[in-house]
């Protein structure tokens, strides 16, 4: 090859090779983005038969609830002596969980759709911890005992006639073998349920006494529940509670959402929620102030997510049975499952104390009392379970006040084990991976009842704490390695270009170094 040859063929290749590179630089970094963003601003919506729509509808993937009971081992201690509770947690017991959006149970407005969500739970003794099983007996606290603890408390007191009332209504309890502990299997705790005949007859008695007010009292407390009418059914066949029994094979309620058609970062976000149609509203009933922050029903339902989540966003997501809004924060990029992906997580500030969060004052319904206005890390949700002493927090009280920790032996939070996070794919916000983590305690504490005379102080002592999870399947997994090959073509493509450009620049240097060295010679 002739030097000339040379350098033209570099010159050329050099050209070719730094253009080519700049047009894949220009399609890899500046346009690709934007297609893909125009892509799924126009994909992202709740539209009948879509990709999305699938996800979301009737969710493919396995999702798993996985069960984590504490058992009281010292409870006689406790009962008898004031003893600081011992528990040993047992677990998990691993359900298969089931979920199916209908969205045929009211007409749809333009741009939103109503469904109920109805789930179906069933046990998994392949996932479930070696050696467990439903019929394994545990020792918890009475949630209906503390319950109705909680109810006499509010009565008047320095008063004869609510004092008798008290005496009757501990007596009962006590010669029906009640008790602050009560002994059940697994399966009665969770799901099945256990009975609860003498606590049908104590509502029935306490209705008689307290329905209506006696005249003879003082004034009603304000916040003492007013107590309905039980249907028939109950008190000819019984009844049984079991924690999550009121969650199989049932719905969480009637949701609008929006499809995402007219906004895309209105993406399924929810509009509206209640029991029915005619109580349905963008706020909820459970806390102070109509429309204050805690009210406010934000987010999704935590199924899917809108196209546009920055690392500097919170994703709102509203859960029903923690009765208020939450919101994950930006941890980290990960790749999971060999895409791109961001780790959000539910961050400490959710359940911090309104001293150092103030937005979470409106979570305090009573300034002087700790079980109705918990510290950081643990929230009354009772607000929505008739005022229950039912206190929800993250597992083993994990970023909560030590005191709660402190105050049973056996719990070691831990952040691996007992964080709530999401995993989402980069480019489009959908959902690789959810782990939500929630604990449900019963504030203990001495009260009217004989039953509680000797326990010292006060505890949030964990029943049990549940962690649900769902992955996506390889199916929809493999559906964005469309994503990855464009970009490993396209990073091939700025390699190939580079090279031309290097073998150009080569060409060139080398022809100089020829003319130079012929140069020398003549």
């Known amino acids: 090859m002739c030097i000339e040859s040379l350098y033209k063929n570099g010159l050329i290749v050099t050209i070719f090779g730094t253009v080519f590179t700049i047009v894949i630089a220009i399609i890899g970094w500046a346009a690709m983005p934007g297609i893909i963003a125009s892509v799924s601003k126009k994909t992202l919506v709740l539209e009948e038969g879509n990709f999305v729509w699938n996800l979301w509808h009737d969710p493919p993937y396995p999702i798993y609830t996985d069960f984590y009971i504490?058992?009281?081992?010292?409870?006689?201690d406790v009962v008898r002596n004031g003893t600081k509770p011992i528990v040993v947690e047992l677990g998990p017991y691993s359900y298969r969980e089931y979920r199916n959006k209908d969205t045929n149970v009211e007409e749809n407005p333009p741009d939103r759709v109503y469904y109920r969500e109805h789930r179906l739970y069933y046990f998994s003794k392949d996932t479930?911890?070696?050696?467990?099983?439903?019929?394994?007996?545990?020792?918890?606290?009475?949630?209906?005992?503390?319950?109705?603890?909680?109810?006499?408390?509010?009565?008047?007191t320095n008063d004869s006639a609510a004092d008798v009332a008290v005496n009757l209504i501990d007596n009962f309890l006590k010669e029906r073998g009640e008790s602050v502990f009560m002994t059940v299997t697994a399966d009665e705790l969770i799901f099945k349920g256990w009975p609860l005949d003498t606590y049908v007859e104590l509502y029935l008695r306490i209705q008689d006494i307290f329905n209506p007010w006696p005249p003879f009292f003082p004034d009603r407390p304000p916040d003492l529940p007013f107590l309905p009418d039980l249907p028939p059914d109950i008190i000819d066949e019984g009844v049984t509670l079991g924690l999550f029994k009121a969650k199989n094979d049932t719905n969480d309620g009637l949701f609008l959402v929006n499809r995402g058609t007219a906004d895309y970062r209105l993406f399924a976000n929810i509009e509206a929620w209640g029991k029915t149609l005619e109580n349905s509203s963008a706020y909820l009933p459970y806390w102070p102030g109509e429309k204050s922050y805690c009210n406010e029903i934000q987010g999704t339902d935590g199924t899917v997510f809108p196209y546009g989540i920055d690392v500097?966003?919170?994703?709102?997501?509203?859960?029903?049975?923690?009765c208020r809004t939450v919101y994950t924060v930006y941890e980290q990029h990960e790749t999971f499952r060999d895409l791109p992906a961001r780790r959000f997580i539910l961050p400490k500030s959710v359940l911090e104390n309104r001293t150092n969060a103030p937005e979470n004052e409106c979570f305090c319904l009573d300034e002087d009392d700790e079980g109705t206005c918990p510290n950081t890390g643990a929230l009354f949700i009772g607000a929505c379970y008739g005022g229950a002493p039912l206190i929800g927090s993250n597992p083993h009280f994990f970023n909560g006040d030590p005191r709660?920790?402190?105050?049973?032996?056996?719990?070691?939070?831990?952040?691996?084990?007992?964080?709530?996070?999401?995993?989402?794919?980069?480019?489009?916000?959908?959902?690789?991976?959810?782990?939500?983590?929630?604990q449900l305690s019963i504030d203990v504490r001495k009260t009217r009842l004989s039953g509680t005379a000797n326990l010292q102080g006060r505890v949030f002592l964990p029943v049990l704490w549940y962690e649900e999870n769902a992955m996506i399947d390889d199916a929809n997994a493999e559906k964005f390695n469309l994503f990855t090959v464009i970009e490993i073509v396209l990073w091939t493509l700025f390699a190939i270009g580079l090279v031309l450009a290097v073998v150009g620049a080569f060409l060139i240097a080398f022809h100089f170094h020829k003319e130079k060295k012929l140069s020398k010679t003549v």
């Open 312 to 322: 500097d966003d919170k994703i709102w997501i509203y859960q029903t049975d923690l």
């Open 70 to 76: 504490f058992n009281c081992t010292n409870y006689e």
């Open 128 to 156: 479930s911890g070696p050696g467990l099983s439903l019929d394994d007996v545990i020792t918890t606290v009475n949630p209906i005992y503390m319950t109705v603890s909680s109810y006499l408390d509010r009565l008047p």
């Open 404 to 438: 709660y920790i402190n105050g049973v032996e056996g719990l070691s939070p831990n952040k691996a084990k007992h964080e709530t996070y999401l995993i989402l794919e980069e480019r489009t916000n959908t959902l690789l991976y959810a782990s939500k983590r929630v």
